[in-house]
Antibody, heavy 116, light 107 residues
Framework: EVQLQESGPGLVKPSQSLSLTCSVTGYSITSNYWGWIRKFPGNKMEWMGYISYSGSTSYNPSLKSRISITRDTSKNQFFLQLNSVTTEDTATYYC??????????WGQGTLVTVSS | DIQMTQSPASLSASLGETVTIECLASEDIYSNLAWYQQKPGKSPQLLIY???SLNDGVPSRFSGSGSGTQYSLKINSLQSEDVSIYFC?????????FGGGTKLELK
């Protein structure tokens, strides 16, 4: 069974970087696409980007140069880094497995609050 | 980006009732549409993909339809466990985009 689990700090100060890890079990991240999606207070959902089975990446243009998604295939983990965060980055962050049909597997989500 | 407009934003219905949620894309997405259910405190679960294909394990009272820019999710014989937020998402063009969500409550 495919399982994803997010981990990382729940509180980040403005202007600092947000870093999250997604640990995957039951499936290799060298197959399919592995992405980050966030849900803001009020239910708006935003796709942030993905890293593919080959290691190539694609990002939401709205995040411009602030985002980086990397991976460690030896640990079957992939990572999110979002730089220069503001209070508007406060959200629940999900990692998910993507494909042409959508996002069939999701982590449980982790709330990240940006506050001084 | 393709904009997804979902309606209604909230919905109250009785047990056993049939409900329909609509999703309108800002351009043709050629049935590359998914529906998700998010129960309180849980992560979203994929219900429907390619507009009308039921994901494994999803009850048959859920169905999807539509084409072009207009899509809908129908829930027949509403059950208490269907209380959730429902989202549509287009997978036709990057970036993938989501509707604003529909909060379904019991009357």
């Amino acid at each position: 069974e495919v399982q994803l689990q997010e981990s990382g700090p729940g509180l980040v100060k403005p202007s600092q970087s947000l870093s999250l890890t997604c640990s995957v079990t039951g499936y290799s991240i060298t197959s399919n696409y592995w992405g980050w999606i966030r849900k803001f207070p009020g239910n708006k959902m935003e796709w942030m980007g993905y890293i593919s089975y080959s290691g190539s990446t694609s990002y939401n243009p709205s995040l411009k140069s602030r985002i980086s998604i990397t991976r460690d295939t030896s640990k079957n983990q992939f990572f999110l880094q979002l730089n220069s965060v503001t209070t508007e980055d406060t959200a629940t962050y999900y990692c998910a497995r993507g494909s042409t049909i959508g996002f069939a597997y999701w982590g449980q989500g982790t709330l990240v609050t940006v506050s001084s | 980006d393709i904009q997804m407009t979902q309606s209604p934003a909230s919905l109250s219905a009785s047990l056993g009732e049939t409900v329909t949620i609509e999703c309108l894309a800002s351009e043709d997405i050629y049935s590359n549409l998914a529906w998700y259910q998010q129960k309180p405190g849980k992560s979203p679960q994929l219900l429907i993909y390619y507009a009308n294909s039921l994901n494994d394990g999803v009850p048959s009272r859920f169905s999807g339809s539509g084409s072009g820019t207009q899509y809908s999710l129908k829930i027949n014989s509403l059950q208490s466990e269907d209380v959730s937020i429902y989202f549509c998402q287009q997978n036709y063009d990057s970036p993938p985009t989501f509707g604003g969500g529909t909060k379904l409550e019991l009357k």
